[in-house]
T-cell receptor, first 115, second 116 residues
Framework: NAGVTQTPKFRILKIGQSMTLQCTQD?????MYWYRQDPGMGLKLIYY???????DKGEVPNGYNVSRSTTEDFPLRLELAAPSQTSVYFC?????FGQGNSPLHFGNGTRLTVT | AQTVTQSQPEMSVQEAETVTLSCTYD???????LFWYKQPPSRQMILVIR??????QNATENRFSVNFQKAAKSFSLKISDSQLGDAAMYFC?????????????FGKGTKLSVKP
């Protein structure tokens, strides 16, 4: 069972470069999320999606963009990388919106360093 | 805005002993969910246990149990018979009930070490 798959696992970017973090899930979940985890902190929501074609901002969306063209994929785009975006990025999915009856399934994270 | 506070940056327990991790939260909502997530060195976030605020009974999952005190806004995690594999970061998290939220509010975490 693959679950939620994120690529790459590690990446180093120079300031001003752009990149896309890939996320795919094979559980047919409608709901997908991107979180970032800064050192010594818990996760914070960047963007989320309730289904193909629908996305919305979370707590810390600045500097990021997302798209959701299919149920399976939810890529996160960094257009102009900044040192403040150095973090570990987690993609997650769930069957329903919110946590009550449908826990989040997390990927293994992408460690991004911007120098 | 909701907040989650974990006041213990690090904890240590002897193998086979019991340890309790503390968590307090602040919310004006009456219905919500609380969670404990485990993050081992592999980085993956693993759900340990969850509690619905409308349930008075404390949740249990094998060796893991919670002490949910709604009036005090406290949600501690007890790990019994600690094992070496329990060593990890533990995050307490809050989620509003239903509808609009996939937004988990996390605490800063507690690093648990297990001594053999």
């Amino acid at each position: 069972n693959a679950g939620v798959t994120q690529t790459p696992k590690f990446r180093i970017l120079k300031i001003g470069q752009s990149m896309t973090l890939q996320c795919t899930q094979d559980m047919n979940h409608n709901y997908m999320y991107w979180y970032r985890q800064d050192p010594g902190m818990g996760l914070k929501l960047i963007y989320y999606s309730v289904g193909a074609g629908i996305t919305d901002k979370g707590e810390v969306p600045n500097g990021y963009n997302v798209s959701r063209s299919t149920t399976e994929d939810f890529p996160l785009r960094l257009e102009l990388a900044a040192p403040s975006q150095t973090s570990v990025y987690f993609c997650a999915s769930s069957y329903s919106f919110g946590q009550g009856n449908s826990p989040l399934h997390f990927g293994n994270g992408t460690r991004l360093t911007v120098t | 805005a909701q907040t989650v506070t974990q006041s213990q940056p690090e904890m240590s327990v002897q193998e086979a002993e019991t340890v309790t991790l503390s968590c307090t939260y602040d919310t004006s909502e009456s219905d919500y969910y609380l969670f404990w997530y485990k993050q081992p060195p592999s980085r993956q976030m693993i759900l340990v246990i969850r509690q619905e605020a409308y349930k008075q009974q404390n949740a249990t999952e094998n060796r893991f149990s919670v002490n949910f005190q709604k009036a005090a806004k406290s949600f501690s995690l007890k790990i019994s018979d600690s094992q070496l594999g329990d060593a990890a970061m533990y995050f307490c998290a809050y989620s509003n009930y239903g509808g609009s939220q996939g937004n988990l509010i996390f605490g800063k975490g507690t690093k648990l070490s297990v001594k053999p």
